[in-house]
């Protein structure tokens, strides 16, 4: 028996691989425990988006719908995207900050490496279409300077975007929900 812990929330986490029997079974088997919430695990660790979107097709009407179906460990926005459409409600990534510490941007046209000697004169933002600090008060060329000079303002205002591009992902992912698309 669990214990009552309010504000909490208990999360059973499906496993199998990309074997829907597996899955089948792991996700039996948690439905009968009952938990708050289900969780998507042992996914994203190399089988690429295609076999992940398949995996995740029949797994996860395997799951209660009046519950929140976690996706663990997956973070790049088309299999984000990919995720939500298939029912998945939530997600934990470490990659926008990861990437923002390596230089790696990610903007409505795909990701930028502003280490690339490509952005060492251009004075464009990131993203044109972002409204977050690092876009609407500094260049590319200036971002490219303080990243090869190792100055770790340069990391930081990487994240910072990658941080406000997700968000904005997320909250059109919702008004799209909203909306019926």
Same mark, same amino acid.
């Given at each position: 028996a669990f214990v009552e812990r309010p504000g909490?929330?208990?999360?059973?986490i499906v496993q199998g691989g990309i074997h829907r029997d597996l899955r089948d079974e792991s996700a039996a088997a948690l439905r009968a425990i009952g938990f708050d919430g289900y969780a998507i695990g042992g996914l994203a660790v190399g089988e690429g988006h295609d076999l992940m979107?398949?995996?995740l097709d029949f797994t996860a009407p395997m799951l209660p719908e009046d519950r929140p179906r976690y996706l663990m460990g997956v973070g790049k926005p088309p299999d984000i995207v990919a995720a939500v459409g298939l029912g998945v409600d939530m997600f934990d990534c470490v990659l926008p900050t990861r990437s923002g510490r390596t230089a790696q941007a990610f903007t409505r046209d795909g990701t930028l490496n502003l280490r690339n000697a490509r952005f060492a004169?251009?004075?464009g933002p990131i993203d044109p279409?972002?409204? #977050?600090?690092? #876009?609407t008060s500094y260049g590319r060329a200036y971002l490219h300077h303080l990243i090869k000079a190792e100055e770790i303002l340069g990391a930081m205002l990487v994240t910072q975007h990658n941080l406000t591009f997700y968000q904005d992902m997320m909250k059109g992912l919702r008004e799209a929900i909203a909306a019926g698309r």
């Open positions: 909490k929330a208990l999360f059973g979107v398949a995996t004169e251009d004075p279409g972002c409204a #977050c600090p690092a #876009c």
